[in-house]
């Protein structure tokens, strides 16, 4: 990485360095902050956006007593309660556990999801000596290349999307390391299952964004979200709808979530933090929610645009003829709002899957992912090169792609789909009188 | 039962059923719908408009203090004027518009919330089956009615009563004894652990002389100590009453039978 060794070299020769370094970590401020942030606040959305969905108001016992008053702050004190109680709660490590693998695993659990926000961009480039300019893309690129303008993104990376793959397959090993390190037949059970599961899910993970990956002709995140741009008739969820969902889906089973939470199955096998208490306990928790971001924060990406906004153009919004011009500071302020806006709203989303589904047995779970979910993407691979390789060799405008792909998912549901709905009750009632009539 | 036909209430599994997609879609419908209808009910809509319209106001002070700062933005102050104070205003209205039309529509609001706002206010209301905190029931003349037979300490599951037995004082006379019935056991000690109880009821259930119940209606009182959480057998009498139960076969007056 040449970005490094100039940091590096920058701080021991010259005062750049130090403005680079300082550059550095206002950027892992502006984006390691919210996804804290974020996780923070999700463990409140769950609870409180589950207790509206079956018919409750949640959490409604920490309190402060002001005056008489008890402020409950809509539940948000729970977060404060959480935290004191795991930091003060007995940490209790079992006698005969290997207490290296007990000690890293939760570490390994947390620590890659942080490290993937490096790549996500949650803005584009700020030029900040021309913040309260109106700036065309072309000015804002320009200044990119002088180096006039600041990152909103950690890293850079060509590589970028490999880079969050590789890291996020090693949160295998703190779920499945804990389960071996515990010396507890059920939590080895479960590390087990993490395993098998998200080795599974990683693979169709994997070819569900190589469609989108085709179109955009880039590994690099933030190349990602400009391809999209402002226009949605671009965005990944438009052109790769079948690649959206499967996406969704494996990256909810990644994250070990209802209706993929075999690894954790409280109600058989409590899971593979069985034998963990208190704070380590809290750290894999903490992973879990940061996992929801970083879910969220993938998908907007790749799918839903990044940091851009509909019509939201580099000097403002734009429609037709009309045109709102905006100073550059505030288009920026607006697209990370909205790259934010985006991975809350997916978060909500993944929340409300998770209280709507029941647990999927282990069998169903490896039948959907290896002969529903991965034939199903290796297809939308091929259709997807297919596709492309006639808009290139024919030249059509890459802004109509979204027609093709939304015929061919069409043509697959009314190939696939449609003709298995024409049957009827029927058949399975005269099936089960054949049986009642043999019965007696 | 010939030519019955049993009602599948199980969905076809068609490739649609089996792909997952829109039967998730349809039952985040459903739960959403939940969502939607409850939450609304609980938002302090005027609040948040008036936070919003605060925050509108701050906007506009940060996009004329952009102005000033900046001494040379000729284009796009009314871009920033909207963004920074429209939008926000706009949403605090439509919350304060929220607001008003849930608080003064003439049909209540509907939502799916029945709240009873619990452990706050005592429930007003206990099923007669209710099991609640222990009791120990008299007899006539005030007198624990157990005889300390520890078919209740034996069948409790979370072994949370403590009987010590003792023997039932002579009466004064050998011309009042009965025979065959002073010669009973009462309990010295009777202590309940209420921290152990798992209210499972089979004491009661076990208890041949009615004398321990759980139809208090009292819920389990949170002390601040562990023993204050362990019943005596004076404490367990006190909410007691006399039972009308037949003992011994004799009626409620079968003590002084001569």
């Given at each position: 990485?040449?970005?490094?060794?100039?940091?590096?070299?920058?701080?021991?020769?010259?005062?750049?360095?130090?403005?680079?370094?300082?550059?550095?970590?206002?950027?892992?401020?502006?984006?390691?902050?919210?996804?804290?942030?974020?996780?923070?606040?999700y463990?409140?959305?769950?609870?409180?956006?589950?207790?509206?969905?079956?018919?409750?108001?949640?959490?409604?016992?920490?309190?402060?007593?002001?005056?008489?008053?008890n402020?409950?702050?809509?539940g948000?004190?729970?977060?404060?309660?959480?935290?004191?109680?795991?930091v003060?709660?007995?940490?209790?490590?079992?006698?005969?556990a290997?207490?290296?693998?007990?000690?890293?695993?939760?570490?390994l659990?947390?620590?890659?999801?942080?490290?993937?926000?490096?790549v996500?961009p949650?803005?584009?480039?700020?030029?900040?000596?021309?913040?309260?300019?109106v700036?065309?893309?072309?000015?804002?690129?320009?200044?990119?290349m002088?180096?006039?303008?600041?990152?909103?993104?950690?890293?850079?990376?060509?590589?970028?999307?490999?880079?969050?793959?590789?890291?996020?397959?090693l949160?295998?090993?703190?779920?499945s390391?804990?389960?071996?390190?515990?010396?507890?037949?059920?939590?080895?059970i479960?590390?087990?299952?993490?395993?098998?599961?998200?080795?599974?899910?990683?693979?169709?993970?994997?070819?569900?964004?190589?469609?989108?990956?085709?179109?955009?002709?880039?590994?690099?995140?933030?190349?990602?979200?400009?391809?999209?741009?402002?226009?949605?008739?671009?965005?990944?969820?438009?052109?790769q709808?079948?690649?959206?969902i499967?996406?969704?889906?494996?990256?909810?089973?990644?994250?070990?979530?209802?209706?993929?939470?075999?690894?954790?199955g409280?109600?058989?096998?409590?899971?593979?933090n069985?034998?963990?208490?208190?704070?380590?306990?809290?750290?894999?928790?903490?992973?879990?929610y940061?996992?929801?971001?970083?879910?969220?924060?993938?998908?907007?990406?790749?799918?839903?645009?990044?940091?851009?906004?509909?019509?939201?153009?580099?000097?403002?919004?734009?429609?037709?003829?009309?045109?709102?011009?905006?100073?550059?500071?505030a288009?920026?302020?607006?697209?990370?709002?909205?790259?934010w806006?985006?991975?809350?709203?997916?978060?909500?989303?993944?929340?409300?899957?998770?209280?709507?589904?029941?647990?999927?047995?282990?069998?169903?779970?490896?039948?959907?992912?290896?002969i529903?979910?991965?034939?199903?993407?290796l297809?939308?691979?091929?259709v997807?090169?297919?596709?492309?390789?006639?808009?290139?060799?024919?030249?059509w405008?890459?802004?109509?792609?979204?027609?093709?792909?939304?015929?061919?998912?069409?043509?697959v549901?009314?190939?696939?789909?449609?003709?298995?709905?024409?049957?009827?009750?029927?058949?399975?009632?005269?099936?089960?009188?054949?049986?009642?009539?043999?019965?007696? | 039962?010939?030519?019955?036909?049993?009602?599948?209430?199980?969905?076809?599994?068609?490739?649609?059923?089996?792909?997952?997609?829109?039967?998730?879609?349809?039952?985040?419908?459903?739960?959403?719908?939940?969502?939607?209808?409850?939450?609304?009910?609980?938002?302090?809509?005027?609040?948040?408009?008036?936070?919003?319209?605060?925050?509108?106001?701050g906007?506009?002070?940060l996009?004329?203090?952009?102005?000033?700062?900046?001494?040379?933005?000729?284009?796009?102050?009314?871009?920033l004027?909207?963004m920074?104070g429209g939008?926000?205003?706009?949403?605090?209205l439509?919350?304060?518009?929220?607001?008003?039309?849930r608080?003064?529509?003439a049909?209540?609001?509907?939502?799916?919330?029945?709240?009873?706002?619990?452990?706050?206010?005592?429930?007003?209301?206990?099923?007669?089956?209710?099991?609640?905190?222990?009791?120990?029931?008299?007899?006539?003349d005030?007198?624990?009615?157990?005889?300390?037979?520890?078919?209740?300490s034996?069948?409790?599951?979370?072994?949370?009563?403590?009987?010590?037995?003792?023997?039932?004082?002579?009466?004064?006379?050998?011309s009042?004894?009965?025979?065959g019935v002073d010669?009973?056991?009462?309990?010295?000690?009777?202590?309940?652990?209420?921290?152990?109880?798992v209210?499972?009821?089979?004491?009661?259930?076990?208890?041949p002389?009615?004398?321990?119940?759980?139809?208090?209606?009292?819920?389990?009182t949170?002390?601040?100590?562990?023993?204050?959480?362990?019943?005596?057998r004076n404490?367990?009498?006190?909410?007691?009453d006399?039972?009308?139960?037949?003992?011994?076969?004799?009626?409620?007056?079968?003590?002084?039978?001569?």
């Amino acid at each position: 990485m040449p970005e490094m060794q100039q940091i590096f070299a920058g701080i021991a020769w010259n005062d750049g360095g130090w403005i680079e370094l300082a550059a550095t970590l206002i950027r892992a401020v502006i984006i390691v902050l919210p996804v804290i942030l974020l996780m923070a606040v999700y463990t409140w959305m769950e609870r409180r956006q589950a207790s509206f969905m079956q018919d409750r108001i949640g959490p409604t016992r920490a309190n402060i007593a002001i005056a008489g008053k008890n402020i409950t702050l809509f539940g948000l004190l729970h977060l404060m309660a959480d935290g004191l109680k795991f930091v003060f709660k007995e940490d209790i490590v079992p006698s005969k556990a290997n207490k290296l693998l007990f000690f890293l695993a939760p570490i390994l659990a947390l620590a890659p999801v942080v490290i993937v926000f490096v790549v996500i961009p949650v803005g584009g480039f700020f030029a900040y000596s021309h913040w309260d300019q109106v700036l065309t893309a072309d000015q804002v690129k320009a200044y990119a290349m002088t180096g006039d303008a600041f990152r909103l993104q950690a890293s850079q990376l060509e590589i970028g999307v490999l880079v969050i793959f590789a890291f996020s397959g090693l949160g295998v090993f703190g779920a499945s390391l804990a389960g071996y390190g515990s010396h507890n037949k059920w939590a080895l059970i479960g590390g087990l299952r993490a395993a098998a599961q998200m080795v599974s899910y990683e693979v169709t993970l994997g070819l569900t964004v190589v469609g989108a990956l085709l179109l955009y002709g880039t590994l690099e995140p933030m190349a990602i979200a400009n391809w999209q741009g402002h226009n949605i008739a671009r965005w990944g969820i438009v052109v790769q709808p079948i690649g959206a969902i499967l996406f969704l889906a494996a990256a909810i089973a990644e994250s070990k979530r209802i209706p993929f939470d075999i690894p954790e199955g409280e109600s058989e096998i409590i899971g593979y933090n069985l034998e963990y208490s208190g704070m380590r306990w809290g750290i894999f928790f903490m992973g879990e929610y940061m996992e929801l971001v970083f879910v969220g924060a993938m998908f907007a990406t790749i799918f839903l645009g990044g940091f851009h906004v509909p019509l939201l153009h580099a000097d403002g919004f734009r429609l037709g003829s009309h045109h709102l011009a905006m100073p550059h500071i505030a288009v920026v302020l607006v697209q990370m709002l909205a790259f934010w806006g985006k991975v809350v709203l997916l978060g909500f989303l993944q929340i409300a899957i998770r209280w709507t589904l029941p647990r999927m047995r282990y069998d169903q779970l490896m039948r959907l992912g290896w002969i529903g979910m991965l034939p199903v993407s290796l297809a939308n691979v091929m259709v997807t090169a297919i596709l492309l390789l006639v808009f290139t060799s024919y030249n059509w405008n890459m802004g109509n792609y979204w027609i093709a792909s939304l015929l061919v998912t069409l043509l697959v549901y009314l190939l696939v789909v449609a003709p298995q709905q024409t049957k009827t009750d029927e058949d399975n009632v005269a099936h089960d009188e054949a049986h009642s009539h043999g019965s007696h | 039962m010939p030519g019955r036909t049993v009602k599948l209430t199980a969905p076809d599994r068609t490739a649609a059923v089996q792909s997952y997609v829109l039967e998730t879609g349809k039952g985040l419908g459903i739960t959403l719908g939940h969502f939607f209808k409850n939450w609304p009910s609980r938002v302090p809509w005027i609040g948040v408009g008036v936070v919003a319209l605060l925050a509108a106001a701050g906007g506009v002070a940060l996009a004329f203090g952009m102005k000033s700062f900046s001494g040379r933005m000729t284009s796009g102050f009314t871009g920033l004027l909207v963004m920074f104070g429209g939008v926000p205003a706009g949403l605090g209205l439509l919350a304060l518009g929220a607001g008003a039309y849930r608080k003064f529509r003439a049909t209540p609001a509907e939502t799916y919330l029945r709240l009873v706002p619990y452990p706050d206010v005592p429930a007003d209301y206990y099923p007669p089956r209710y099991r609640g905190e222990h009791r120990l029931m008299h007899r006539e003349d005030g007198s624990v009615r157990c005889v300390s037979c520890m078919m209740c300490s034996t069948v409790c599951p979370a072994d949370c009563i403590n009987i010590v037995a003792g023997n039932a004082a002579d009466p004064p006379s050998d011309s009042e004894k009965v025979p065959g019935v002073d010669a009973e056991k009462f309990p010295v000690r009777f202590e309940i652990d209420e921290l152990r109880c798992v209210v499972c009821g089979l004491c009661v259930e076990a208890c041949p002389c009615d004398a321990i119940r759980m139809d208090s209606s009292v819920h389990v009182t949170a002390y601040a100590n562990r023993q204050d959480f362990v019943f005596d057998r004076n404490r367990l009498m006190e909410r007691g009453d006399q039972s009308q139960a037949v003992q011994g076969g004799h009626g409620p007056g079968w003590r002084t039978l001569s």
